[in-house]
């Protein structure tokens, strides 16, 4: 059954460890995810961008995707679908087709505008005992045509978008999604820690957790970072064990172009990325 991120959050944040969302794509990158998950015993975010769920013909489609494998698979870790950099209108209709968590982005409004929408929504999952994120100051970097230079946030805008009432914090710290430039400044600890200071015990998400350094992570992490988005990384492993199993020719053996045998090799890439991002979060045996 699909949980709020709420309780594995609060844990993760009072524990020093933090949860990782790893967005979800198809049907292999899902069964990736959970079944790693379930073996490690560590909770687990699923994340969906608004595109993801359109090319996996909408959200009613993964949360009975999600649901099945639930039981198929007899996973009992603790596990969150959550709607990634959602715009208002896909927030509710995420909420409608039965997710436990969304994130609104309200980033590119004026802080006003991001204030008045965020309080709906906040109004809105608290009735349904969903998890609500919502972000200030953009993260670098685009995400579903919403593109960001890593900006840092303001920590007293984010000291009001917590006062709503919101379950965790997204705040731009210098992080961008995708790979990282070679000129790449690092993230910027100083504005996690006045963020920190102004947002209290609230759970901070650290967004492009892809290519960010372990002890850079591990820092984030003691300042009150609590879960930790990654999704390129997986993209890249599957594509990479994907092209290795092509070039060696073996899609033309015997029935190697069978897509079970075909995708298997990038299936796996994805399960050993997540555990060792699991590893590195500290969420293995946390469940």
């Not at 979800?24 to 995810?33: G, Q």
């Not at 840092?152 to 210098?174: F, N, S, W, Y």
Request: include cysteine; charge should be negative.
């Amino acid at each position: 059954m699909l949980v709020s991120a709420k309780e594995m959050l609060n844990k993760a944040r009072e524990g020093k460890y933090a949860v990782g969302q790893f967005n979800i794509n198809n049907l292999e990158w899902t069964k990736a995810i959970l079944m790693t998950a379930q073996k490690l015993n560590s909770p687990v975010i699923l994340g969906v961008s608004e595109g993801a769920g359109k090319y996996m013909c909408g959200y009613k489609t993964v949360v009975g995707m999600v649901n099945g494998m639930l039981d198929s698979l007899n996973i009992t870790v603790p596990v969150a679908l959550h709607l990634d950099h959602g715009s208002f209108e896909g927030a509710i209709a995420c909420i409608n087709a039965g997710f436990s968590s969304v994130m609104f982005d309200g980033s590119h409004y004026p802080i006003q505008e991001n204030i008045e929408k965020t309080t709906k929504l906040v109004n809105t999952c608290e009735i349904l005992g969903l998890s609500l994120e919502a972000e200030v100051g953009s993260i670098g970097g685009e995400e579903d045509g919403v593109i960001g230079a890593g900006e840092c946030a303001d920590p007293d805008e984010c000291k009001m978008i917590a006062d709503l009432g919101v379950t965790m914090l997204a705040a731009g710290i210098g992080n961008i999604h995708g790979k990282y430039p070679e000129n790449w400044a690092g993230l910027s600890f100083e504005t996690l820690a006045a963020v920190k200071e102004k947002v209290g015990d609230m759970p901070l998400v650290l967004h492009g957790g892809t290519g960010i350094p372990a002890d850079m992570i591990q820092k984030a992490i003691s300042l009150g970072v609590a879960k930790i988005n990654v999704n390129t990384e997986c993209q890249l492993a599957f594509a990479a064990a994907t092209r290795e199993y092509v070039e060696a020719g073996k899609d033309l053996q015997g029935k190697g172009f069978d897509p079970r045998k075909l995708l298997a090799p990038g299936f796996d890439a994805i399960c050993a990325t997540v555990a060792e991002k699991m590893e590195l979060f500290g969420s293995v045996g946390k469940a």
